[in-house]
């Protein structure tokens, strides 16, 4: 599977954004996907997830309430609406996914085995 992110920009703080991440195949069984970020000298941290098949949604504590992840399985596309944005959501943003991530991993980098290239949010204050 291949993942494509895209849709990070410079946006002033209290914006939107939207994030997607489009496959390369048939997602839509089975499959976590889910975005993470990195902003510079920190590692890598979960932001949101979603299971395609149930549409069953995990958020980070820091972004819950204000981020909204959503899926289109007819487009094999997953996308992140970022809204109230605050220049601590400055990062690097990664979408991963895989097939065999059991619930206890789904926030934690290393369980998946495909990845975006990135996509770069810059929230200016």
């Known amino acids: 599977v291949q993942l494509q992110a895209s849709g990070g920009g410079l946006v002033q703080a209290g914006g939107s954004l939207r994030l997607s991440c489009a496959a390369s195949?048939?997602?839509?069984?089975?499959?976590?996907v889910g975005w993470f970020r990195q902003a510079p000298g920190k590692e890598r941290e979960f932001v949101a997830a979603?299971?395609?098949?149930?549409?069953?949604?995990y958020y980070a504590d820091s972004v819950k309430g204000r981020f909204a992840i959503s899926r289109d399985n007819a487009k094999n596309t997953v996308y992140l609406q970022m809204d109230s944005l605050k220049p601590e959501d400055t990062a690097v943003y990664y979408c991963?996914?895989?097939?065999?991530?059991?619930?206890?991993?789904?926030?934690?980098?290393?369980?998946?085995?495909?990845w975006g290239q990135g996509t770069l949010v810059t929230v200016s204050s």
């Open positions: 195949e048939r997602t839509s069984s089975r499959f976590v």
């Open positions: 991963g996914a895989d097939s065999r991530i059991i619930q206890s991993s789904i926030r934690t980098p290393s369980a998946y085995d495909y």
């Open positions: 979603i299971k395609t098949s149930s549409g069953h949604t």
